[in-house]
């Protein structure tokens, strides 16, 4: 797929991948750690309810400094965790960056978490300060007795020091923690995975250079420009939000737009139009919800000022890069990169033609290659096991506490993703599924994705997982969960003999999908179930629990 008119607005940060990959080494890199300190707007921020704030660079450069000098004199030491527990508000970005110019170990906290889940995290890094406000430490004080290691907290809608105090000015070295270089190996960031149950297995602890990767990155895959206005719709909570939210996007000097509200349809729409958003940064999860919403919702409004759009958090079927294409006039470019590698790894660059439905292509300095189950490189169309040969900037350092599992990631010279893909002869990757959600089938593998693929394709599919369900004649067959289109569904009032006539439909539907299914991909591997449900079960980060489906 080549690319539509809104690339060539601009100069590409990385107009020539191929050799810009064949050349670039990690030592060579020369990035400040810093964002530029001037009247230009950092931050546009609308709250749930309308209201708006907008901040200059020297106002968070300002503030950022105010609350890393209060952390110092509430005793907080370099390596001491400063943990966030707060909905987007101001507060949280500039906080963060304070904390980082500090020396803290930053963590943060989804604000939806219950007490039970903050209080795991909160509990496992031995946090020294809670960042919080007072409606969510509510949350905190019924297990407050129970952490013993957090001494402060901190809340910014009562306590003066965290909202709006600039203290006293330091200078460009001082702004970043003490001793440190760009590409230092000490620990600043600490997130936890929920993994498939939700609950937090493993806190990943990132080095200080994570930001030196997290802002080149945004350069090369973002394409981010001084006066792009960058929207990154993912939670700070999660480590999108928190890598490219705020790290990358301020550390690159753009205006970054941030909406404390739930998703609504129409309200994005009105977001990536009044705001003039030219580089958004999403899920798929959220596009197929807009697609879901109809185009009809779409034209009434004016995405001309949108240049790029990429995707991260789960696979981008081939149908919603060309949905994109057709609706914002430039199509979404997949992203692919982990909590544990800290920074994007495999990509569909701004310069290079996209192939729909693949992760893209490594980013420089990182050597992706797909394995077999003996460890050995194996040649092109060939699925094994994708893994990165170490030694990368943003690469974890550590599992909290938890050192035998961080071995786990480790064999030889390559870490290990989890993840089944395979190179095709151009050298772009292809997502195939997690290992452990492989499906085999009457003795052939198949990969939950590609099937996945092949319902949302389908018009009257907004979303399909598929699981592999125990079959004594097959091992498994193949099993799909469906979220039709509003029109498809019957609502709860019917009446039996139109209910009746619904469920017969929806038997009909369920044939038509089965049909296109094998038109579309393979005659074995169509979904022999299909179960049509109103959601499918997700992580609060927004990726499919095939767990619970099984």
Same mark, same amino acid.
């Given at each position: 797929?080549?690319?539509?008119?809104?690339?060539?607005?601009?100069?590409?940060? &990385?107009?020539?991948?191929?050799?810009?990959?064949?050349?670039?080494?990690?030592?060579?890199?020369?990035?400040?750690?810093?964002?530029?300190?001037?009247?230009?707007?950092?931050?546009?921020?609308?709250?749930?309810?309308?209201?708006?704030?907008?901040?200059?660079?020297?106002?968070?450069?300002?503030?950022?400094?105010?609350?890393?000098?209060?952390?110092?004199?509430?005793?907080?030491?370099?390596?001491?965790?400063?943990?966030?527990?707060?909905?987007?508000?101001?507060?949280?970005?500039?906080?963060?960056?304070?904390?980082? !110019?500090?020396?803290?170990?930053?963590?943060?906290?989804?604000?939806?978490?219950?007490?039970?889940?903050?209080?795991?995290?909160?509990?496992?890094?031995?946090?020294?300060?809670?960042?919080?406000?007072?409606?969510? !430490?509510?949350?905190?004080?019924?297990?407050?007795?129970?952490? +013993?290691?957090?001494?402060? *907290?901190?809340? =910014?809608? /009562?306590?003066?020091?965290?909202?709006?105090?600039?203290?006293?000015?330091?200078?460009?070295?001082?702004?970043?923690?003490?001793?440190?270089?760009? &590409?230092?190996? %000490? +620990? @600043? *960031?600490?997130?936890? /995975?929920?993994? %498939? @149950?939700?609950?937090?297995?493993?806190?990943?602890?990132? +080095?200080?250079?994570?930001?030196?990767?997290?802002? &080149?990155?945004?350069?090369?895959?973002?394409?981010?420009?001084?006066?792009?206005?960058?929207?990154?719709?993912?939670?700070?909570?999660?480590?999108?939000?928190?890598?490219?939210?705020?790290?990358?996007?301020?550390?690159?000097? =753009?205006?970054?737009?941030?909406?404390?509200?739930?998703?609504?349809?129409?309200?994005?729409?009105?977001?990536?139009?009044?705001?003039? $958003?030219?580089?958004?940064? %999403?899920?798929?999860?959220?596009?197929?919800?807009?697609?879901?919403?109809?185009?009809?919702?779409?034209?009434?409004?004016?995405?001309?000022?949108?240049?790029?759009?990429?995707?991260?958090?789960?696979?981008?079927?081939?149908?919603? =890069?060309?949905?994109?294409?057709?609706?914002?006039?430039?199509?979404?470019?997949? %992203?692919?990169?982990?909590?544990? /590698?800290?920074?994007?790894?495999?990509?569909?660059?701004?310069?290079?033609?996209?192939?729909?439905?693949?992760?893209?292509?490594?980013?420089?300095?990182?050597?992706?290659?797909?394995?077999?189950?003996?460890?050995?490189?194996?040649?092109?169309?060939?699925?094994?096991?994708?893994?990165?040969?170490?030694?990368?900037?943003?690469?974890? *350092?550590?599992?909290?506490?938890?050192?035998?599992?961080?071995?786990?990631?480790?064999?030889?010279?390559?870490?290990?993703?989890?993840? !089944?893909?395979?190179?095709?002869?151009?050298?772009?990757?292809?997502? $195939?599924?997690?290992?452990?959600?492989?499906?085999?089938?009457?003795?052939?593998?198949?990969?939950?994705?590609?099937?996945?693929?092949?319902?949302?394709?389908?018009?009257?599919?907004?979303?399909?997982?598929?699981?592999?369900?125990?079959?004594?004649?097959?091992?498994?067959?193949?099993?799909?969960?469906?979220?039709?289109?509003?029109?498809?569904?019957?609502?709860?009032?019917?009446?039996?003999?139109?209910?009746?006539?619904?469920?017969?439909?929806?038997?009909?539907? @369920?044939?038509?999908?089965?049909?296109?299914?094998?038109?579309?991909?393979?005659?074995?591997?169509?979904?022999?179930?299909?179960?049509?449900?109103?959601?499918?079960?997700?992580?609060?980060?927004?990726?499919?629990?095939? !767990?619970?489906?099984?």
């Amino acid at each position: 797929m080549n690319k539509p008119e809104p690339y060539f607005k601009l100069p590409l940060n &990385l107009s020539n991948y191929k050799d810009f990959y064949s050349i670039f080494d990690w030592s060579d890199a020369d990035v400040g750690i810093t964002f530029p300190v001037s009247d230009k707007i950092a931050l546009h921020w609308e709250g749930a309810d309308g209201e708006k704030k907008q901040f200059t660079y020297k106002e968070l450069d300002a503030l950022a400094d105010g609350f890393a000098n209060h952390l110092k004199e509430l005793g907080v030491k370099k390596g001491d965790r400063v943990f966030f527990f707060l909905p987007r508000i101001p507060e949280l970005y500039y906080g963060v960056l304070g904390a980082v !110019r500090a020396g803290a170990v930053v963590g943060t906290l989804f604000a939806a978490f219950g007490t039970q889940g903050a209080f795991e995290r909160l509990k496992n890094s031995g946090a020294k300060v809670l960042v919080t406000n007072s409606e969510l !430490r509510k949350r905190i004080e019924p297990v407050r007795k129970d952490l +013993p290691k957090l001494k402060h *907290i901190l809340e =910014v809608d /009562t306590c003066q020091p965290v909202g709006l105090t600039s203290s006293n000015h330091r200078t460009e070295n001082e702004k970043q923690p003490d001793g440190l270089t760009k &590409l230092t190996k %000490t +620990p @600043s *960031i600490m997130m936890y /995975t929920s993994g %498939t @149950s939700g609950t937090p297995v493993r806190g990943m602890v990132l +080095p200080y250079s994570a930001l030196a990767m997290q802002k &080149l990155t945004a350069q090369w895959v973002l394409d981010l420009h001084p006066d792009d206005i960058f929207w990154c719709s993912a939670d700070p909570g999660w480590i999108t939000g928190l890598a490219y939210g705020i790290f990358g996007g301020f550390l690159n000097g =753009v205006s970054s737009v941030v909406y404390e509200g739930r998703f609504s349809p129409e309200k994005w729409y009105q977001i990536l139009q009044d705001y003039k $958003v030219s580089v958004w940064y %999403t899920a798929p999860t959220a596009l197929r919800m807009l697609r879901g919403a109809g185009e009809e919702l779409a034209e009434k409004f004016d995405f001309s000022h949108l240049r790029h759009l990429c995707t991260v958090g789960e696979p981008l079927e081939p149908e919603l =890069v060309r949905w994109t294409e057709k609706v914002f006039g430039v199509p979404a470019h997949d %992203t692919y990169w982990l909590t544990e /590698t800290g920074a994007m790894m495999i990509a569909n660059f701004p310069s290079e033609p996209i192939k729909p439905g693949s992760m893209g292509q490594p980013v420089p300095g990182i050597e992706a290659v797909v394995l077999d189950d003996g460890g050995q490189q194996v040649p092109p169309n060939v699925e094994g096991d994708l893994v990165f040969k170490t030694g990368w900037p943003s690469q974890m *350092i550590g599992v909290w506490e938890n050192p035998e599992r961080f071995r786990s990631y480790f064999k030889g010279d390559y870490f290990v993703t989890g993840d !089944r893909a395979y190179q095709d002869e151009d050298g772009y990757f292809w997502y $195939v599924g997690r290992a452990d959600d492989m499906i085999k089938t009457s003795g052939e593998r198949v990969g939950p994705f590609e099937v996945e693929s092949a319902l949302m394709s389908h018009p009257k599919v907004v979303e399909a997982a598929v699981v592999g369900k125990p079959d004594p004649v097959r091992g498994q067959i193949i099993k799909a969960f469906v979220v039709l289109k509003q029109e498809n569904k019957r609502t709860p009032k019917q009446t039996l003999s139109v209910a009746t006539g619904q469920a017969k439909k929806q038997k009909n539907i @369920s044939e038509e999908l089965k049909r296109h299914v094998k038109k579309t991909l393979a005659g074995h591997a169509y979904p022999r179930e299909i179960e049509f449900v109103d959601e499918l079960p997700k992580t609060k980060s927004g990726k499919i629990v095939r !767990r619970v489906l099984r």
